[in-house]
């Protein structure tokens, strides 16, 4: 079992730079991709990025590609992802999710693990 926890996420005006962190613990994730999900008010979740777990390799939405970056520190466990220029379309919960293929998360959208999820909103 893999337990992610979420953290960073606040309020921010539109414009500003904010960057999540996921802690992950239960099990060995050094063979797991790690991502990035976010799911606004009415709206159906949606994928955001995605890391391999050697970081040499990561997928992005169209909608953050050039503003958002996602890293991840093997050695503590923890992903990040560093969001730049925010826009208030973009409030929303943002979850962290790993899965052993980054595909199910970049393609199909169905990660083996998420977490609870953090709310970040935009004001404008």
């Known amino acids: 079992q893999v337990h992610l926890v979420e953290s960073g996420g606040g309020l921010v005006q539109a414009g500003d730079s904010l960057r999540l962190s996921c802690a992950a613990s239960?099990?060995?994730?050094?063979?797991?991709?790690m991502g990035w999900f976010r799911q606004a008010p009415g709206k159906e979740r949606e994928f955001v990025a995605a890391?391999?777990?050697?970081?040499?390799?990561?997928s992005y939405a169209d909608s953050v590609k050039g503003r958002f970056t996602i890293s991840r520190d093997n050695a503590k466990n923890t992903v990040y992802l560093q969001m730049n220029s925010l826009k208030p379309e973009e409030t929303a919960v943002y979850y962290c999710?790993?899965?052993?293929?980054?595909?199910?998360?970049?393609?199909?959208?169905?990660?083996?693990?998420w977490g609870q999820g953090t709310q970040v909103t935009v004001s404008s």
């Open positions: 999710a790993a899965d052993p293929h980054i595909a199910t998360m970049s393609v199909r959208s169905a990660p083996l693990y």
């Open positions: 239960g099990r060995t994730l050094s063979s797991y991709a």
């Open positions: 890391i391999v777990w050697s970081g040499t390799s990561t």
